[in-house]
Structure formats: structure tokens, C-alpha cells
């Protein structure tokens, strides 16, 4: 195919109408809510047909909806109730998101290597981390593929640690036959602009744990005990309510999750198939029985095939193509930025990094030859449930003849 001649296809995007299904269900929710002149969740309904109706499609008995992802993150951590100084085990390829509010929480932020293919933690990269202070781990299911969680939890059990899923890019994946988010003992969702469902801002935990549940709804609430006999604030807590129109937008938007994920999966494996063979590059792969629910779609990209690696790649995608990937992601481990390297916290108190066992600060690059080799021939493909198999012939194509030319 003659690449000069041929017009540039524009995807659809998730961050405006051409790839959001936003439409007329959410604005009559919308215009409900507004009319009903209620707009706190507290005494509104929405968020709470929201929170039930998502619980139940998890097949679990508690889920609160809140104002971010991070603010998820941060009650799933509230509920744990570290120490100062107690441990968390996470990874660095991850949105800052999910590791700020472990500082907020006085916990340290341990990080345990990847699988260099999926990116993600496993048991063994885990193991190698944890200490007698370690309180939680927190597994995140990058980019929609499932970690390994039967392992994972067999480990955590074994050693009586909780374990937090953060799922805000892997709604209604599954491994093994058991849905992300409800394999450890909360599961923690974003509904971001760019995740499968939005609200714009907005996030939502789910747990079967009676304790873990209480003390997640009562952190959402400035720990005020709603519906108690004498309700006091009983422990340090913010207001990470949604509200109510947050929550109508949201109602409407669960009611499209699955056909959205459908889309995702299936144009994923269409373009899986029409990739295969193309040396130098690695399609995504998900364990044998789980599913991938395709947040992004990304290529492991070879650098001794490929000239330039994932960013050659890249570059030729955007100047020929004009589709915009993501080569390397995060681009470096969290733990690179400043934050960590300096240490940026509270005043100039550096806490709770006073905190730490000297072990549990240690970033050394050979601790994380997985997280370096991931990191370094990734590739992010734009992803929508918007695609048609126009968008995928045009991907599939520019793909391959960009391979072609630089191999
Ligand atoms: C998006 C995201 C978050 C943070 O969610 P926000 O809603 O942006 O606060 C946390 N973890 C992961 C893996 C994410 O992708």
C-alpha cells in the first residue's frame, strides 16, 4: 500500500464524544437528580442504586462510590489502618494515584518487580518483599490483563496479609472464572475520563468483609456513623462522597459497561489475529482461561528486530499514521520521581519516610529487571469500544508496514 497517498483515519478518542458512550440516558438521570433538588448522596438515590446495582454485578455485598479513583485507593487503605511505618507492597508501573494516598496513610510504599511480558506483580516478585512490617498488598491489573491471582492469594493467606485489587483499568476482567475485584478483599475502581465507564472524576470500592466494609463507608464520610443510635465521628476521615449528579451519570453508565467491554475484548482478539506472525512484536498475553478486558492495547516491541524499539515504533505510528501511542508508558518507575527520590511529603518532615525500615527505601535498579525491560519495549496503543473494523484494518495495516519498514 502507497502510505503517501492514503488519508488519515481518526480513531475514536476517549476523551471526547467520537469514543465516550455518554448520551441520552445519562442526561435524563442527570436532569432527574437536578430536578429532585437533591444533590448529596447522602440523602439522594442514585449514587445508591449506583453502588448496589455495580456490587451486584460483581456478585458482592458492599460497594461505595466515591469522588476518585485515588480517593478509592485511599479508603481501601483507611480500612487497612496501618502504622506508621507499616508496609505496603504495590507496584511502580502505576498511576501516582494508587501510591500518594499510602503516604497519607503514614505506610511506606514497597515495591515488588513485574512480570517483564504482562507488567504486572506476581507471587514470586511479591515474596521477595515482604517483611514482618507488611500490612497490605495491593495488586494492580495493568492495563486490563489479570495479575496472577490464585497465586497471589494463596501467598497472602499463607502469610495472613490482605490484599487490595486495583482495578481502575480492568472492569469486568477475570481470572480463572472469578471477576477482578472480587478475588482479594477489596477491589477498588476509577471512573475517570479515559477508563471504561466515566463520570469524568469518580471511583467506587466493593468488599464482602463486614469490617473492611464499615470502616470503607464511614472514611467516605468524615467517619460520621450515619444511622447509628448516637453517631459521633469516630476517627480521622474526609469527605470523599460523590454526589448525586456524579452518581446519576454513573447509574447510567453501568448500564453500558458490558457491552463496552464486549467491544473492547472482541476487537482486541480481531487485532491479535491480524498481528500474528509480524516478528519483532508481542501481542498481549493474558493467562490461558482469563480475560483481558482491554483498558489499552499494548505491544511488546523487540528493539534487536524493530529499529528504535517501542519509540521508533511510535514515532513512524504518529508520522504516517497519525495514530498516538504510548511508548514506555509511565516512561520510568514511580519510584524515580520525585516524590520518592526526594521525599516530598509533609513540610519538611520527610515523614512517614522517617518511618521506614531502610530495606523498604531501597530502589536499586537491579531489584527491578522486570519493571526496566516492561517498561523499556512497551507500547500503548490508543483503545476504544468505539472501533470498527475500519479503525482495525487501519491499525493492523499501519502496524504492519511501520514494522516492515524498520525491521
Ligand atoms: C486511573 C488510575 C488510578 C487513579 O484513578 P483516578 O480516578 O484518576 O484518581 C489508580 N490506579 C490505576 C491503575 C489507574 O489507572
Known sequence: MNTAQKTLLKLPSDQDS????????????????????????TKGTFTKQFEQQFAQHLGMQHGYACSSGTAALHTAYAAIDPEPGDEFITTSITDMGALTPILYQSAIPVFADVDPKSLNVTAETIEKVISPRTKAIVVTHLFGCPANMNEIMDLARSKNI????????????????????????????????????TTGEGGIVVSNDEHYARRMFLYINKAWGYGDQNPDHYFAALNYRMNDITGAVA???????????????????????????????????????????????????????????????????????????????????????????????????QFP??????EALNYDAENFAGTYAGLAGILVLPWNEAYTDEHLNYLADAIQESVAKLS
Open 162 to 197: 490482605p490484599v487490595i485489587e486495583d482495578c481502575a483499568q480492568a472492569f469486568l476482567a477475570e481470572h480463572q472464572n472469578k471477576k477482578i475485584g472480587t478475588i482479594g478483599d477489596i477491589g477498588c475502581f476509577s471512573l475517570q475520563q479515559g477508563k471504561h465507564i
Open 251 to 349: 447509574l447510567a453508565q453501568l448500564q453500558k459497561l458490558e457491552p463496552s467491554v464486549r467491544n473492547r475484548v472482541k476487537h482486541a482478539n480481531r487485532l491479535t489475529k491480524m498481528l500474528k506472525g509480524i516478528a519483532g512484536i508481542q501481542t498481549p498475553t493474558p493467562l490461558t482461561g482469563d480475560i483481558h478486558s482491554y483498558w489499552k492495547y499494548c505491544l511488546n516491541v523487540d528493539s534487536n528486530v524493530i529499529n528504535g524499539g517501542a519509540d521508533g515504533l511510535a514515532k513512524e505510528l504518529r508520522e504516517h499514521y497519525g495514530i498516538f501511542s504510548a511508548p514506555r508508558y509511565i516512561r520510568k518507575p514511580a519510584f524515580e520521581c520525585e516524590i520518592f527520590q526526594k521525599r516530598r511529603t509533609f513540610g519538611n518532615s
Open 18 to 41: 467520537s469514543g465516550r458512550t455518554l448520551g441520552d440516558e445519562e442526561i435524563k438521570f442527570v436532569a432527574d437528580a437536578i430536578k429532585s433538588g437533591t444533590l448529596t448522596s
Open 353 to 358: 519516610f522517617t518511618e521506614a525500615r531502610p
